[in-house]
């Protein structure tokens, strides 16, 4: 079943971490590795959340 507030809760991270994510890739000093981070812990908290429903509903 899809879970609404889920993935309205995902869009708005991506609309918020991605123009951040591409700004610190661009940044000529900065780590290169930064925007990869989030999103790691973005698909973590994502697998995390997926895990809990999935106990959940049954």
């Keep these: 079943m899809l879970n609404y507030r889920f993935v ?10 991605f123009p951040l ?3 610190w890739a661009l940044e000529p000093h900065g780590n290169w590795f930064r ?3 989030v999103w790691a812990m973005m698909v973590f908290a994502a697998y995390i959340s ?5 106990r959940d509903e049954s």
């Design 50 to 54: 997926h895990r809990h429903s999935i």
């Design 21 to 23: 994510a591409i700004q």
């Design 8 to 17: 309205a809760t995902l869009l708005l991270l991506c609309i918020v971490v």
């Design 35 to 37: 925007p990869y981070v």
